[in-house]
């Protein structure tokens, strides 16, 4: 049996979507200081908010507001690592309103503070424990912070 799919939209960088996708894209790369919200963005593509979120996210695989705290996160790795900035100088030159803001992206995206994540984990407590389920036991292990890793354990 041949399957042949066939899209309804031009993934060609041609294309509208495409186009869409790479200004998005550049977008937030030039202008993540300014944390631009998609509606701002949207205003600025000519397209409506719920448009633009389907779009982009169908094509990259991530909604807008996750490529942007993608960036920001890479942008603040940087200066915490290279450039031995402060926390707070962090968060205002990524465009945050604040350190919290900071500690905030840093815990969703990274289990960690930013504190933990420049001093490269020292310091870090991580805890582990076995547990029971019905089809294995599971190791899990976290710091508390943010969500706890579970695998099965091999017996």
């Known amino acids: 049996m041949n399957m042949v799919a066939k899209l ?16 998005v894209i550049e977008l ?24 633009l979120q389907k779009t982009f996210t169908r094509w990259a695989g ?5 490529f942007l705290q993608a960036v920001t996160l890479d942008h603040a790795k940087r200066l ?25 992206l840093f815990v969703t995206h990274e289990a960690m503070s930013p504190g933990e994540w420049k001093a490269k984990g020292g310091g870090l407590t991580i805890r582990y424990g076995f547990h029971a389920s019905p089809f ?11 969500p706890w890793s579970c695998g099965t354990c091999l017996q």
């Open 80 to 104: 915490l690592r290279e450039e031995a900035m402060p926390l707070l100088e962090t968060s205002i030159e990524v465009g945050l309103s604040g350190p919290s803001r900071l500690h905030d």
């Open 62 to 66: 991530l909604s807008p507001k996750a």
């Open 136 to 146: 294995a036991v599971r190791r899990c292990a976290g710091d508390g912070n943010g």
């Open 8 to 23: 309804n939209t031009d993934i060609t960088p041609d294309g509208s979507d495409y186009e869409t996708v790479r200004r």
């Open 28 to 51: 937030i790369t030039e202008d993540y200081r300014d944390q631009p919200s998609l509606e701002m963005m949207a205003a600025r593509l000519n397209q409506s908010p719920t448009q």
